[in-house]
């Protein structure tokens, strides 16, 4: 289960720093699959893609100016992400619950708790978005 969760975290990992290099290089993003490496991602099974759409939350919250605390547990940082993006509890505890039980429960995760984990993340992407135009003014 450790090697399971280690090998997770590293193709979680390796996925979002390829993404970062691809936004600071536009010119190479094109050339690299429209930027985006889709048969790797389509490889990666539900728990995987739950873990993904989480960590890519944290970096995009980090850019935001709300970065995730090395002491904070999950349900820690979705407290201070609530106290940032008013009126948004409903879908941080959604992302946060659909994490934790993806990081530490055994069962195996539902394609619709991955797909409900991506609309989730898509809707916190666009508020964190609106957040920061705000708040860099």
């Keep these: 289960l450790k090697a399971f969760f280690q090998t997770t975290n590293h193709e979680v990992s390796s996925l979002i720093q390829a993404g970062l290099r ?20 389509r490889r990666m099974n539900h728990r995987q893609r739950v873990f993904f759409y989480y960590l890519a939350l944290l970096k995009r919250a980090d850019e935001a100016g709300s970065p ?10 979705s407290r201070t992400l609530v106290s940032r993006l008013e009126g948004e509890e409903e879908s941080v505890e959604a992302v946060t619950e659909s994490f934790v ?34 708040h860099r003014k």
């Design 68 to 77: 995730r605390q090395s002491w904070q547990t999950p349900y820690e940082y």
């Design 101 to 134: 039980e993806a990081r530490y429960s055994r069962h195996e995760v539902s394609k619709e708790k991955a797909h409900q984990m991506r609309l989730n993340w898509e809707h916190l992407l666009g508020v964190l978005r609106n957040w920061q135009k705000l």
């Design 22 to 41: 691809r936004l600071r290089n536009p010119a190479a993003a094109s050339r690299d699959q429209g930027g985006w490496d889709f048969s790797r991602f």
